[in-house]
């Protein structure tokens, strides 16, 4: 006689369409289902182990990029700051095995640039004329330049200022001098165009109103009030001859905003190659100090990593 128990048992075995006095299929089915559930998880770890690898192989490279920028950043400022004023050169580059990566070093005076807040109207107008604008047009970009960076008299309607007005502009000029050279991109009444050609020839760090024509780009010497062609070629030709006097330049440009003397403000350039043969730059702009704890201040730093292999420096 089956207990009531046995009854529910037979009861249940019936419903689940097996056999009476039969648990086997029962239990490999529960079987299965623990294995596909190991299985899962053991899927979801390997997915996050492989993740996390990942995320500390991209980080580790970053450290490393960092390290480097900051160790050739170290060796180029020693270098300049190593001799005096009087015999510091105004551009150099260099290439340096740092523990098991490797940096490539260039540094250039921004007095190689023309700055925003001290060049005069000419040698603007002279960079965009250089650059492709009409003769016509360049010297009212310079204008509009000159105009956001000069001072405002209080209390009286500023020009400038209707004219941004007129233009439905958020903002008026600044009346003081550009903090960065981006900020270009707000002086209106010149066209973008004309703004992203001039960008790589300037600066606000050099605090200088001339050019060193040593190092200036040909396209800033160009720039110069009353430079021909037939100058220029010459120009370029005598600062590659080591036997030229750098000071026969300055008259041969013959232009008060020539000169071959440096800033105190330097331009740093930085590509380090990491262990794992990973490429990265930085572009930064250093102020040396002739005094306190510290040799020099950076002013701008612009990083670059995209984490590419590429061909070795």
Known sequence: MRTAAQGRGALGRKILGQPLGDD????????LWMLAALATLALIYLTYVTNTAVTVAVNTDRLQADALMNAGLELAAYRLTAQSEATRPTSGTFNARVGAGRVAV??????ARIDL?????????GL?????????????????????????ETGQDNPEDSYYRTLGAPYLPRHAPFPHSDELWLVRGIPPAVIERVLPFVTVFSNMRTVNVLDAAPQVVAALPNMTPETLQRLLRDRADPSVDPRSLVGLAG????????SKAYRVTVAAEAPSHRQSSAEIVILLLESGDEPYRVLSWHNAFDGSAGKPL
């Open 106 to 111: 260039t540094f250039r005076s921004e007095a």
């Open 128 to 152: 965009m004329i250089g650059l492709g604008v009409s003769a016509s047009d360049a010297p009212d970009y310079a204008d509009r330049i000159l105009a956001w960076r000069s001072s405002a």
């Open 117 to 125: 807040n001290m060049a005069p109207k000419a040698v603007l107008a």
């Open 24 to 31: 086997r299929g029962f239990i490999v089915i529960v079987v």
């Open 255 to 262: 232009s008060a905003s020539a000169t071959t003397e440096g």
